[in-house]
């Protein structure tokens, strides 16, 4: 049984290491990462995690959003929450999400153990049923149960839903391809597109199965040779041609490149749902083969940067997503038909906003931001239908950060503000600089900090640190006894011409001159 640990805490995650590598059980330790994101990462690269243990409060991804999302694309994965929370809402979210347990730390090594030896009774049992031939029933189950990556890394799932492909030797020439309709698909279209593979493709299919949980009908067509690749395409096309006037819906496909045998065949599934990126550029209604990315046009541009970075620094929202608009549709990427240009252009555009924002925040706190910028891979992209949906996405994003700073600046009583005002009133007398605060003591970018405290208090820090001094120094002048040179000290000057000056800038005489006057 292999264990996958999420936990962010140093010495929580060196304990659950150390009770799972002493058990007396066949149980291995797959890995031990620090947040719900890095689990996926792990998950998606080693489809032979068995047992999850998950705290619920991390960074970037918590337990929560991890137990769902394996819930959603790998529920044959038994997930173990390990929590100092005992709240009602998170627990009840547990169920939901199917998981097994619920520990609350202090995590004791004998209860942990408990749980893990279930969960590996329970494994056995399944192996057991298996063995015996009650795997069988898989096939009268729906296929909404079942993700395609599950098919084409699990063998005896692929023996199940796609019999033919299973039993491919090493040196079968093979070719995947994946069907995508605009609008959701059902089990009466997968039974269409059966029909018409079947009476197009012949002999040379190797295997189909629709998947309900990621809305694709997915084949394995056996070629002779990478010549027949252009063959095939025309097929293809005559396919997506019948069912889109059967259909009447868009209808999109993406094939792989030549693959031998089933090792390589998830790997070719991947090539598809990149391929079929290219819907975004060139529309439905098409195949598109996967191309191996190559080094191309940047048509991200440091003036494109620049605009956008000012848009985002006048928290112009309307202007940021015009520029973004354009950026998306500049006509020569768009006719390229290069989805890997595009794809960066999206990264470029994600960049120049993400390095703004951090430009606010510290770490933790652009972390704690429910702005969630994740779009690392090239299988992002797949999520989006139409280039629409995408350019919603990132003006979510954009809108979110112009209207958080923008709230920012009008909260201007908020805990920072008067934290540095009582921070500046008993520390006015010494050298005194916003910048050093920002960087030092509230880890904030200085410029935007500058423009929050303009905003709150109605001046700027030094011109307030100035008139706060002066008005110390009025107070200490009235005690006649005491010299110019010891107020001026006294209140954070160390020149006293540099003082007077001051003094007299702001309350219209001398100090000498003011005491007079009292």
């Not at 080693?46 to 960074?59: A, C, E, Q, R, S």
């Not at 031998?260 to 991947?270: E, F, H, L, Q, V």
Request: proline fraction near 2%.
């Amino acid at each position: 049984m292999k264990i996958l640990i999420a936990e962010d805490e140093y010495y929580a995650r060196q304990r659950l290491i150390k009770i799972i590598r002493e058990c007396d059980m066949e149980a291995e330790l797959a890995s031990a990462v620090e947040n719900g994101r890095e689990a996926v990462d792990f998950l998606e690269q080693n489809t032979d995690v068995d047992v999850v243990l998950t705290d619920i409060i991390m960074p970037r991804m918590n337990g929560l959003e991890l137990a769902e999302y394996i819930h959603v694309n790998m529920p044959y994965i038994q997930v173990v929450i390990v929590s100092g929370y005992e709240e009602f809402d998170y627990a009840r979210k547990a169920i939901e999400y199917e998981v097994k347990q619920y520990i609350i730390k202090p995590v004791k090594r004998e209860l942990l153990l408990r749980v893990l030896r279930q969960l590996e009774e329970k494994q056995e049992n399944f192996r057991r049923e298996v063995e015996a031939g009650v795997l069988e029933r898989l096939k009268k189950l729906p296929n909404g149960y079942t993700s395609s990556k599950q098919v084409l890394t699990k063998k005896e799932l692929m023996q199940i839903h796609m019999p033919q492909a299973a039993a491919m030797s090493g040196e079968t020439p093979c070719r995947i391809f994946v069907i995508q309709l605009e609008r959701t698909m059902n089990t009466r279209d997968a039974g269409l597109l059966d029909k018409i593979c079947a009476q197009k493709l012949d002999s040379r299919l190797a295997g189909t199965f629709f998947c309900q949980m990621n809305d694709e009908y997915v084949a394995a067509v056996r070629t002779e040779e990478d010549s027949e690749g252009s063959a095939l395409f025309r097929d293809l096309e005559g396919i997506l041609n019948y069912c889109h006037v059967q259909l009447e819906t868009g209808v999109v496909a993406g094939m792989s490149r030549l693959f031998y045998g089933t090792a390589n065949i998830y790997d070719a599934y991947k090539e598809c749902l990149y391929a079929m990126n290219i819907r975004l550029m060139k529309g439905w209604n098409k195949i598109f083969e996967y191309q191996l990315p190559h080094g191309g046009n940047n048509y991200f541009l440091p003036r494109d940067d620049n605009a956008l970075a000012g848009a985002l620094q006048l928290s112009d929202a309307a202007k940021a997503a015009e520029l973004v608009h354009g950026l998306l549709n500049k006509r020569e990427m768009l006719e390229s038909g290069d989805v890997n240009a595009y794809y960066d252009m999206i990264l470029n555009i994600l960049r120049s906003v993400n390095r703004y924002y951090r430009s606010l925040y510290n770490e933790n706190e652009a972390m704690d931001c429910k702005v969630e910028i994740m779009f690392s891979r090239r299988y992002d992209l797949y999520v989006f239908k139409h280039p629409e949906e995408l350019e919603e996405y990132l003006m979510d994003i954009i809108r979110e950060i112009c209207d958080q700073e923008q709230n920012s600046l009008k909260n201007g009583g908020n805990a920072i503000i008067r934290d540095i005002l009582h921070y500046v009133e008993q520390n006015y007398q010494y050298d005194l600089s916003l910048q050093e605060l920002a960087e030092k003591k509230y880890f904030m970018n200085s410029s935007y900090l500058s423009r929050l405290f303009k905003s709150a208090v109605g001046q700027t820090f030094s011109r307030y640190v100035i008139e706060l001094r002066i008005k110390k120094a009025r107070e200490l002048l009235k005690d006649k006894t005491m010299k110019i040179n010891d107020v001026a000290a006294q209140v954070g000057y160390n020149n006293t011409s540099h003082f007077i000056q001051s003094f007299k800038k702001l309350c219209g005489c001398t100090p000498e001159e003011y005491r007079n006057q009292l």
